[in-house]
């Protein structure tokens, strides 16, 4: 009867083996994907950031751009050297290309 008893212990601790076991990597498991999951989110938002950051030097390059141009421009325009934006004045029409020679001579 006693060895039926040892038989009887020694067939018991192997369940409880491989529950621990199981037990360990269910453990192992949860960690590695907390962990899978908080590099996943530090990946994203470092991705996301640095987005914001090209959109941000496009942009102030856009702007330095358009601030240069419009300084060239205004520059220009304080010395003189851009036409005036108005449309000439037209001496004649093209009905009578001599109409302003015309008056020039009736009022001599």
């Known amino acids: 009867m006693y060895h039926h008893q040892a038989n009887l212990t020694k067939k ?7 529950l621990v076991l199981f037990v360990g990597i269910l453990l192992l498991s949860a ?3 907390t962990g899978h999951r908080r590099i996943f989110q530090d990946l994203t938002s470092k991705q996301e950031k640095e987005k914001l950051e090209n959109e941000i030097s496009e ?4 702007i330095a751009e358009l601030t240069s141009v419009e300084h060239i421009h205004k520059l220009a325009k304080q ?11 037209s001496l004649h029409t093209s009905e009578n290309p001599y109409s302003f020679v015309k008056k020039e001579l009736d009022g001599k």
């Open 12 to 18: 018991s601790k192997v369940p409880y083996l491989i």
């Open 31 to 33: 960690g590695f994907s």
């Open 59 to 62: 942009l102030k390059i856009c």
């Open 79 to 89: 010395m003189k050297m851009i036409q005036s934006s108005k449309l000439p004045i």
